[in-house]
């Protein structure tokens, strides 16, 4: 039996915060996971991504288009 092969690949982690948990998304992937940490929510995600990729491969995975843009609130919510 021929051993695997691997592979790294640089995939983007976007993490926000809710209450007291991290949640840390994959947005090539999909996949997505929380921790009490930064640090433990984007090693559980990689480990989420690892399994899933093992599981669905994808022939190709497109960079997502970050960017930032203004939207027009009520000043006195948040001021």
Not at 62 to 75: G, I, K, N
């Amino acid at each position: 039996m021929a051993a695997k092969k691997s592979m790294s690949l640089t995939l983007t982690a976007v993490i926000h915060q809710e209450d007291d948990i991290y949640v840390a998304e994959c947005p090539e992937v999909g996949t997505v996971s929380q921790g009490y940490t930064l640090e433990e929510a984007l090693a559980n995600l990689r480990e989420a991504t690892e399994l899933y990729l093992e599981e669905f491969p994808v022939e190709h995975i497109s960079r997502p288009l970050l960017t930032v843009f203004e939207a027009a609130v009520d000043e006195t919510v948040y001021a």
